[in-house]
């Protein structure tokens, strides 16, 4: 069935009128960062917000070609220490079985909730992580940005050159 734009857009007015009224929303902030080749090509970004103590990674992509080469744990790193610096320790994602439950977990996501039945053999996990603010990692990470100021995301050489603080809101 095809919704209608009409009521959709009242049920939406609504329901944002009163989450407006019951919740501090303006503190909502976005957050994002990209990885670019030295021409400004996007080959990967991570795009998602902070409120609070919360950082909600929304989404993560690397270009095909470009995978399997550090970029995408560069990129969640990377978002990870910026929401740091806005003072946030929970870190929260959705992820489909299809996409990369494996890999966040390798980041140090655990598994929260898994619901099942959206299609034969395909799951939704919700994933979370904390940090204590006092974190080596989350230490380490920031000492490594604020000595390098760079990263090669392959390590082939200049074509690759990324610069942390471009595209970076």
Same mark, same amino acid.
């Given at each position: 069935? *095809?919704?209608? #734009?009409?009521?959709? !857009? %009242?049920? +939406?007015? !609504?329901?944002?009128? #009163? ?13 994002? @960062? ?9 080959? !990967?970004?991570? %795009? !998602?917000?902070?409120? $609070?103590? @919360? @950082?909600?990674? &929304? &989404? ?6 470009? =995978?399997?080469?550090?970029? /995408? ?20 994602? +959705? ?36 940090? #204590?603010?006092?974190?080596? =990692? %989350? ?7 604020? &000595?390098? /100021? ?6 082939? $050489?200049? *074509? ?6 471009? $595209?970076?809101?």
């Amino acid at each position: 069935d *095809d919704v209608p #734009a009409r009521q959709a !857009g %009242v049920v +939406d007015e !609504g329901l944002g009128a #009163a989450n407006q009224a019951a919740a501090p929303l303006h503190q909502v902030q976005a957050l994002s @960062c990209f990885v670019r080749q030295a021409d400004g090509t996007v080959i !990967g970004g991570a %795009v !998602g917000r902070t409120w $609070g103590l @919360c @950082c909600e990674l &929304q &989404q993560l992509w690397v270009e095909p070609a470009q =995978r399997r080469h550090g970029i /995408g744990a560069l990129l969640v790193n990377r978002f990870e220490q910026h929401a740091v610096s806005r003072g946030c320790s929970v870190f929260y994602l +959705d992820t489909f079985s299809f996409q990369a439950p494996a890999f966040y977990r390798a980041l140090g996501y655990q598994p929260l909730l898994t619901i099942e039945g959206f299609a034969p053999g395909i799951a939704k996990h919700m994933m979370l992580k904390r940090l #204590a603010v006092s974190d080596d =990692r %989350v230490t380490d990470i920031h000492r490594f940005w604020e &000595q390098t /100021g760079s990263f090669y995301a392959t390590g082939q $050489g200049d *074509d690759n050159l990324v610069d942390p603080f471009i $595209g970076l809101s």
